[in-house]
């Protein structure tokens, strides 16, 4: 695909897509309603799961040795991240304030907003790095097609 033909206008269209969901489910959800905000975690987790076995089959299926494994990479960072919310992270805060293992409540909703914050700074450097692999795909292209001319 040459780059006048908008190599990643899909992918930009689907990324805009879902970043104005996730703003427009935030600002909905701090409305202070539980039974909606539990309603909306849900749904996103649906989705999440359903990410979760596309990115499973093409580890599994992809006739493509580097899109199985960049799939694969996706896979474990996820399992990992999750790992160390539900598990590591609560610990983590607990050691550090030397409170009573009681408190778990408290340090678990600490957790989940540490990663929260985590996982948008995550979002925020897989879209630099995402830049910086479209343009290195397009220098490239330019590259080929400037030697087919010499």
Known sequence: MK?????????L?????QYGRMQSRLRLCQQDDHQKIRQELQRVME???EDELLL???????????VAALA????????????????????????EDGS???????????????YA????????QSMRYALMTALKAMDMQMDSEEAKTE
């Open 72 to 95: 694969g990479a996706q896979l474990d960072y996820s399992r990992r991240a999750e790992e160390i919310l539900e598990q590591e992270l609560p610990e983590y805060l607990r050691d």
């Open 117 to 124: 914050e985590y996982a948008i700074d995550f979002a925020v």
């Open 3 to 11: 780059i006048n033909e908008g190599m990643f206008a899909v992918k």
């Open 13 to 17: 269209y689907e990324l805009e897509r």
């Open 47 to 49: 989705e999440y799961q």
């Open 100 to 114: 009573a293992p009681e408190e778990g409540a408290k340090h678990q909703a600490e957790a989940a907003a540490l």
């Open 56 to 66: 499973l089959n093409n580890v599994e299926n992809s006739r493509s040795p580097a």
